[in-house]
């Protein structure tokens, strides 16, 4: 395994390319090692070692920047990725807002936000768990006929990030998964479903049963699936789909789309987008949050807290220091993206989120990228449950949701505390009334 | 015939860290010297990118980057031990094989010394390298002449997004049955998108296209092609009306629509979700999946496009791979390692994003033939449907056999005349179900422009689609109008 000394590779960077007359560089380097398994029908199926690192350098002259990328870290390797980048630097138009963001906004404080849990486990281990999930969900039920296996991936390594005011950061990370996805089947067909745990830390991962026994009885809940008819009806997504139309959300109020009026949250900040009673924030040093971190992408101090929707409210927008600029405003921490997004719960649980809809539909797949981000129009394929009075009725497939991300967000009636935390995002299931499904 | 390739693929790959003949097969024994070995190979790649990107007409970003190393693979049946190195020393590469062959149980098959014969390919595109074939001056140009064709085509246009991106990759394969198979992949791709607007409206639109060949390609009637249809589409989207929801009969344009056949049909014929019998098509060969009127193929053996390759990565020659026939499943898409455990033929399908990925079976450009109806004829046939020309993503649960599609340009079709257009709407059906109700295959069939790009278990691969204009009876159309 090669260890790469990043911080010395990060300053041969940025001194070569300030030596060369660039007035501002950047430099973002990572290295890691990781394996994954998987498993299937209780054998080892396939092994693979991971073994990465890259450097990504940003030169800026006259308005003017380039950028270069590489895996090769020697000396002279560095170089010919600063001389490539300087190479493109020159043929780039100028724009006045291009540069490294501004000096005083740098973090200054690198606190511990526990990040970094290598796991040891020998291969054998993480094999035997692999196995035991994949056969926790086999042996679930006889429906269960055929698997897609059980895998279990372990990755961890260092990132630097420097840039010629001086700034530079190291920071170790790490993350596990363990997920299984297997397949039942029924005179009317198959079906397929999965479920999966990750986390920084390993031993914080479900257990390989859990994970199995989730995996089975999704698919079971699947099994004789139905199309329905047309019509117009509220929709509860449960957590995992809910969290998609929190991605989209955060996507539309980038500032990237927003310069570009490219969004249909244009204009939005200090209008009420979404009821009331949601808020919608980021939490950056959140302790071994997958998305922590002390600084953002361009070395930029994160808030411990951040309000994106307040009381329903748009706050602002994601802006990093490019897109700030344009905007006539300031970083809000966000190049590279958001950190831990939290959204408000209206006190629910999952059972009560489903007893206030009463009649609808339970959203728990959905398919497609139907989603036209100028002007929110919103149309993708789903499969889930028909519910009445509250209760799962039966499972439904081969149908579409539409509606339009402005009105389906004013439209959300209640959020529950069913939280998925997994990931960069927690948040638990959202019921978005009078939508059209489209079916027989 | 390919000794160009042969010279130029080691000397990228081979040469800087002076691996010989040895080296190679020293390593090699390493990988087949497991108990049960069915194979093993080697894939030296060096890749180098290059984008430009264009907004309010100024190139403001460019990125370069190379890429290089070599991935190691030992199958053992349905097993198989992977890892890879992105330093091409042979100590290096030494250590990523003695990984590889330390998760199989070591054997006594003994491999007998070898020199890797060259084999024999024939080139389906240039070698020459398309990032450093033209000036960066005449690259930023394509761009600013996109921008300047799209802002001249309509005053609604308020912003203009170009992007230009070529690929120049060299690889080598060696395999464990001795065949050294070079290959020099070159890519391009342009894509413009604009934003409209009208009394208050914004309505994005967008175009592109490239294939295996060098920037050159970027013809100045090319650009204008690709500036005029972005403006016209985004034009059209402002005046769309609701898509109407619900199942009805709809009409698919020629081209870039065949992403239909990428989702109902492709991916549920690939050879891995079949040997392990996972997909709604498993066990279906011989049987009708589609209508009498449709012919699909997979074919990687088209000159210059997207999908295409002189040689899959695992050194075996594409086919123009006969997958339905006149409506009955003849073939799936193989690899090394799934054809061998169906005990079927390889059909030149294995594909892999890079040296630090493995190869499973994937498409290349997937397409159905021509069948014998006037594209009007068609459109006159329907008394109340949609008519969709444009597309953008789609996706398929190969299980389920449930496949979605999202137009971004439709019309309806009323008393069979196409009338207004509508909003984008996902469209949803049952692969097997939806392709036997294909009525209607017209005799214009045209592949798409050559921006594909498929993503499976996480690895993306450039691909190609192409059919005829077709008529489905009956497909779930998810508008919001009931």
């Known amino acids: ?440 | 015939m390919n000794q160009e390739q042969l010279s130029v693929a080691q000397a990228t790959l081979l040469e800087p860290t002076s691996l010989s003949n040895d080296n190679l097969n020293a390593l090699m024994h390493k990988l087949s010297n497991v108990d049960g070995c069915d194979f093993a190979d080697m894939y030296f790649q060096y890749s180098k990118h290059e984008s430009w990107s264009l907004d309010e007409g100024v190139v403001k970003t460019g990125s370069f980057n190379i890429d290089q190393g070599v991935g190691l693979r030992s199958v053992l049946g349905e097993k198989t031990a992977f890892a890879y190195s992105e330093d091409l020393n042979f100590a290096a590469i030494n250590t990523a094989a003695d990984v590889v062959s330390a998760i199989g149980r070591q054997g006594q098959s003994v491999q007998p010394e070898q020199t890797f014969r060259p084999q024999k390919v024939s080139p389906l595109y240039t070698h020459l390298d398309p990032v450093a074939a033209m000036p960066d001056i005449e690259k930023v140009a394509i761009l600013e002449l996109a921008d300047k064709l799209a802002r001249a085509r309509d005053s609604r246009v308020k912003e203009v997004m170009a992007n230009l991106a070529a690929v120049y990759e060299v690889v080598l394969i060696l395999t464990s049955d001795g065949r050294q198979i070079p290959d020099i992949r070159p890519l391009v791709r342009l894509n413009i998108s604009v934003i409209v607007e009208q009394d208050g409206k914004r309505e994005r639109g967008s175009m592109g296209g490239g294939g295996r060949h060098g920037l050159d390609y970027f013809s100045q009637d090319t650009i204008q092609h690709y500036a005029d249809e972005a403006v016209r589409q985004a034009l059209v989207s402002l005046e769309a009306v609701d898509s109407p929801a619900g199942t009805m009969e709809v009409v698919l344009g020629a081209g870039w629509p065949g992403i239909l056949l990428h989702e109902a049909v492709g991916h549920g014929l690939e050879g891995d979700f079949n040997r392990k019998g996972t997909s709604a098509f498993s066990g279906r060969i011989g049987e009708k999946v589609a209508s009498d009127q449709c012919t699909v193929v997979d074919d990687g053996t088209l000159a210059n496009r997207r999908g295409s390759l002189s040689v899959d990565d695992e050194g075996n020659q594409p086919q123009d791979t006969v997958l339905i026939e006149n409506g009955i499943l003849k073939n799936y898409m193989q690899d090394e390692q799934n054809a061998r455990l169906m005990n079927m033929g390889v059909t030149g399908n294995g594909r892999r994003e890079s040296f630090a990925h493995l190869p499973m079976p994937r498409m290349t450009n997937t397409y159905m033939h021509n069948g014998k109806y006037e594209p009007e004829e068609i459109i006159k046939s329907v008394k109340n449907g949609i008519y969709a020309v444009n597309f953008g993503g789609g996706q398929v649960d190969i299980t389920s056999g449930k496949f979605v599609f999202s137009s971004s340009e439709a019309y309806l079709i009323e008393n069979g005349k196409v009338t207004r257009p509508v909003k984008g709407a996902t469209l949803i059906g049952n692969g097997p179900q939806a392709m036997q109700t294909i009525s209607m295959v017209g005799n214009d069939m045209s592949l798409d422009s050559g921006v594909g790009v498929c993503g499976k278990d996480g690895q993306s691969v450039p691909v190609g689609v192409g059919q005829p204009t077709l008529k489905m009876d009956s497909l779930t159309v998810g508008g919001v109008s009931l």
Not at chain 1, 92 to 113: N, R, S, V
Not at chain 1, 294 to 318: C, F, I, K, M, N
Not at chain 1, 363 to 381: A, F, Q, W
Request: with cysteine.
């Open chain 1, 1 to 440: 395994m090669s260890n790469i000394d990043l911080v010395k590779a990060a300053e041969i960077a940025i001194d070569y390319a300030k030596q060369q007359g660039m007035h501002q560089a950047e430099a973002e380097l990572h290295q890691g090692v990781g394996v994954s398994i998987t498993a299937r029908q209780q054998e080892l199926e396939t092994v693979e070692k991971h073994n990465d690192a890259q450097l990504v350098v940003s030169v800026y002259k006259d308005h003017k920047t380039g950028s270069a990328s590489s895996a090769d870290m020697s000396e002279a390797g560095i170089r010919s990725t600063v001389d490539a980048a300087m190479s493109i630097a020159r043929f780039t138009g100028a724009d006045d807002c291009l540069g490294l963001a501004d000096a005083q906004l740098m973090a200054t404080e690198h606190k511990d936000l526990d990040l970094y849990h290598p796991w040891h486990a020998q291969m054998n281990e993480m094999v035997d768990i692999a196995l035991a999930c994949e056969a926790t969900a086999l042996n679930a039920d006889s429906r269960i006929s055929n698997s897609e296996g059980a895998s279990v991936s372990s990755y961890s390594g260092n990132a630097v990030y420097a840039n010629s005011h001086g700034f530079l950061s190291e920071k170790k990370g790490s993350q596990h998964s363990l997920s299984c996805s297997v397949i039942g089947a029924t005179d009317q067909g198959m079906q397929r479903d999965y479920w999966y745990d990750s986390n920084r830390n390993a031993a914080k991962l479900e257990s390989p049963q859990a994970i199995g026994q989730r995996a089975a009885q999704r698919v079971l809940r699947r099994l004789d699936a139905r199309q329905i008819d047309s019509t117009q009806a509220s929709v509860m997504f449960d957590p995992m789909m809910a969290k998609s139309l929190i991605g989209h959300l955060v996507g539309a109020i980038k500032g990237g789309a927003i310069y570009k009026k490219a969004s249909f949250m244009l204009d939005k900040v200090g209008e009420s987008v979404l009821p009331e009673f949601v808020t919608i924030a980021e939490n950056p040093h959140l302790l071994g949050g997958s998305g922590s971190a002390t600084h953002d992408g361009e070395g930029v101090a994160t808030p411990e807290y951040r309000a994106l929707v307040d009381g329903g409210v748009l706050q602002s927008y994601v802006l990093g220091s490019y897109t700030a600029r344009k905007l006539g405003l300031q970083s809000t921490a966000n190049a590279g993206g958001v950190r831990n997004v939290s959204v408000s719960d209206t006190g629910h649980g999952y059972d009560e989120l489903l007893s206030q809809m009463g009649t609808g539909l339970l959203v728990t797949e959905l398919i497609g990228s139907g989603i036209n981000m100028v002007t929110g129009d919103y149309s993708r394929g789903a499969a889930g449950f028909w519910v009445e009075n509250g209760e799962l009725q039966y499972p439904v497939e081969e149908i579409t949701i539409a509606g339009n991300l402005n009105d389906m967000y004013r439209n959300i009636a209640a959020i529950g505390n069913d939280y998925d935390a997994r990931g960069n995002t927690k948040c638990g299931s959202i019921v978005v009334e009078n939508m059209t499904i489209a079916g027989r």
